[in-house]
């Protein structure tokens, strides 16, 4: 039989899926013993259970100084700026892609001004955002806004108009003012798109928190990595990165699982990651 | 003064001009069936009596009145492909020319006139055969289904005149032969006038009153896109007695049966 029609069963694909993992993890637990076995306080390749005992501490014993429980004060912290980030550049977002979307003299206005926004590059930003809005939480959820607006209005605006012009004739021989097309036709049908351009928008959102963390903050999983660095403590790196993974992992499935809860119709034909 | 009366239209994008010198007066109640080879201006023809398009020259004019440069409610329209709205479900799009109608700015009726505008609705998906299918959404439907369902959304804010965009060019034939029939049946009822753009020039002969044939009069070889199209043939098919007996039509339809005028079709 030819390859390309060799289709792995269920449990297979589970099996092959989970190999990858097994394999890096394998290849780390090898790595770490040879370091370690050189030199038994090798900090670069700590062992599997170094990294499970920073864990513990760092999620199940309280800070001797500030009383907390770090993994998950960094984690709030951390999140409470990424949401925050995420659902403005959303809102902008909507409000823009909609206007360029549905209104020819509103792309006249804004379609040039998104597209060269878009291309500075967002870092460069963060110290303007710094001395305008000093270095408290509003510069780093500003980043996070800068960085992912313009991609998810532009994504948005493609969205709306990708709809058919077939449907908007027909809604204005069923007698639709502009308005009505916007609310009836056009936004309903960005709600999907929406959920996509955000799953599309926290890639780079992540980036540009994590970034901010590390340059001006006082708590959050960027601060921490950043700050534990300088005791080469990849005991506490390591597992950090793992967890910031997952946390994504976990808000893009989410966000998946959403939208077919709360839009079946726009996954009705055709396979969607 | 004729219904609909097109005079001198021209139309051309950029350099490449489309149509030339259409002209063409029809009466209320016809069945206007139009045929000709893949990019002879048919489908733009259409256009500008929708009036998604305008023409470079010339204008169109029904009772007398020069039509808005836009789509408006007196002429309904369906296109082979997207002419439902695929985030509602039939019972969604058939109410929605009504809450259009009855509320300007949220366009949802509520209460006792929600009800009057479901009863319309749910009329009109027993006159189209989807009353079991209420609560589908278009994509749960086939080729033949959601085309009823844009026609009898088209129909319902009772149009003058119905446009049609090559409607049935992607269902198999014998879909093709039930939606001919049910569209047949609605003409006579309703008294409107259509206007049916089609690949099948047995179609044509088949629903039409008039049939009218695009092509084009003039051809240079070295470039194709030098002339536009107009109306080669104008053939009255039929009257309310049956079908014409006119010399020169039964003559032009054994040439045109002859002449293969959809190319590629």
New interface residues.
Partial sequence: MRLINLKPSRATAIALGALPFAIAVGAYATGSAIRRADNPADKLLPSLQAIGEAMYRMAAVADNRTGDYLLWTDTAASLERLGLGIAIAAALAFVLAALIGILPTARALFSPFVSAFSLIPPITILPILFIVLGLGEAAKVGLVVVGTAPLMTRALAQGVLDIPQEEIVKAQTLGASTWQIATRIVFPRMGPLLLVAIRLGLVPAWIFLISAEAIAATDGLGYRIFLVRRYLAMDVILPYVVWITVLAFAIDRALAFLSRRMFPWAHLSGDRL | MRFLDARKISVTYGDAPILERVNLGVDEGSFVTIVGASGCGKSTFLRLL?G?ETPTSGEISIDGAVIAP????G???V?Q????????TVHQNLM??F???GS????RLFGRRRREAADMAERMMDKIGLAHASER?P??LSGGMQQRL?IG??L??R?RILLLDEPFGALDPGTRKDMQAMLLDLWTETGMTVFMVTHDIQEAFDLGTRLIVFDKIRHDPQFPAAYGATITYDLPLKTREGWTTDENTVAAIAALNNKDTTHDA
């Fill in positions: 929708l998604q836009e789509p408006d409610p002429r309904g329209v296109f492909k997207y002419s439902v709205f695929p985030h509602l929605l020319p809450e259009f109608d300007r700015f949220l366009a959404y994509a749960q844009a959304q088209a319902l804010k149009p």
